[in-house]
């Protein structure tokens, strides 16, 4: 079974700018969550979406938004870019949040200059 | 609030020697713990998750150890390989609500030849 795939890889944008970055979960997980990772604050949660609902949200400026498409697929979205914002975007996939392990993408790795 | 930390940053091991690595945790409502492994460039890996009703549970070349009693976990790894080289992170599976991860801080493992 493939595993998290999140696309692009790799993103450079500049600040005031936005970005969006794509998860697609393991086939037959409908839950993803996105977290943010850095190495001054380490991986923090920014939200979960479960049947194309937000579940849970993590503090993080309301800049940060996300969806979830009828097919899992989750995009994630930052408006309005601040330096602070470059970091590693990490995707993780369940069956459904009452399935506690989750699975983890490679991440999206941000640069804001 | 909810926090796991890890008591050590970095841990240099000979190769072929047994590696420990520990974790805290503050919620002692917290019922499932996490290890994940994170190589460079990569996403983190699930490595094995142990419940509050067990001590110990083993997989290959890895076992966890859970203290309830002064909230400490480690994870101990057996005949360390260079391919242990990485970043490992304990995570609280479920007191951040919604069974949300909140990660420790990570602790890197160098394997010397």
């Known amino acids: 079974k493939a595993g998290v795939t999140q696309t692009p890889r790799y993103l450079i944008k500049t600040r005031g700018q936005q970005v969006t970055l794509s998860c697609s979960p393991i086939?037959?997980?409908?839950?993803v969550s996105w977290y943010q990772q850095t190495p001054g604050q380490g991986l923090q949660f920014l939200f979960e979406y479960f049947s194309e609902t937000q579940r849970n949200k993590g503090n993080f400026p309301g800049r940060f938004s996300g969806r979830q498409f009828s097919n899992s697929r989750s995009e994630m979205n930052v408006s309005t870019l601040e330096l602070g914002d470059s970091a590693l975007y990490l995707c993780?996939?369940?069956?459904?949040?009452?399935?506690?392990?989750?699975?983890f993408g490679p991440g999206t790795r941000l640069l804001v200059l | 609030g909810e926090s796991v930390g890890l008591h050590l940053p970095t841990l240099s091991v000979q190769e072929g020697d047994n590696s420990i690595i520990n974790c805290a945790y503050s919620n002692s409502a917290s019922d499932y713990f996490i290890w994940y492994k994170q190589e460079s460039g990569k996403g983190p890996q699930f490595i094995i998750d142990?419940?509050?009703?067990?001590d110990k549970r083993q997989g290959q070349r890895v076992t966890v150890l859970l203290n309830k009693t002064v909230k400490h976990l480690s994870l101990q790894i057996a005949a360390t390989q260079p391919g242990d080289s990485a970043v490992y992170f304990c995570?609280?599976?479920?007191?951040?609500?919604?069974?949300?991860?909140?990660f420790g801080a990570g602790t890197r493992l160098a394997v010397h030849p």
């Open positions: 993780a996939s369940r069956s459904n949040p009452d399935q506690e392990t989750q699975y």
């Open positions: 142990i419940r509050s009703n067990m």
């Open positions: 086939s037959g997980h409908r839950s």
């Open positions: 995570a609280d599976g479920n007191s951040g609500g919604y069974n949300k991860l909140i």
